[in-house]
C-alpha cells in the first residue's frame, strides 16, 4: 500500500505519526486506527465484489 506514495523510511513514518499525534491527540488515536481499518476492509469487500462481477460477466 505505501508502494503507492513512493519509499517512505522510518523517519517518514515517525514525522506521520508525530503530526497525527498532535491532531487527534492520543485519546482519539485508538478510535481514528479503527475507523481507518473499517474504512479499508469495505473497500476491499466492494473492490473483491466487483471483481467476483466481473468474471461472471465474463464467464
Known amino acids: 500500500m505505501l508502494g503507492i506514495i513512493g519509499n517512505v523510511g522510518p523517519w517518514e513514518m515517525a514525522f506521520i505519526l508525530i503530526i497525527v ?13 479503527e475507523s481507518m481499518g473499517k474504512a479499508i476492509n469495505n473497500f476491499k469487500r466492494a473492490k473483491d465484489k466487483e471483481f467476483e462481477e466481473l468474471e461472471k460477466e465474463e464467464g
Open 21 to 33: 499525534l498532535i491532531v487527534f491527540g492520543p485519546g482519539k488515536l485508538p478510535k481514528v486506527a
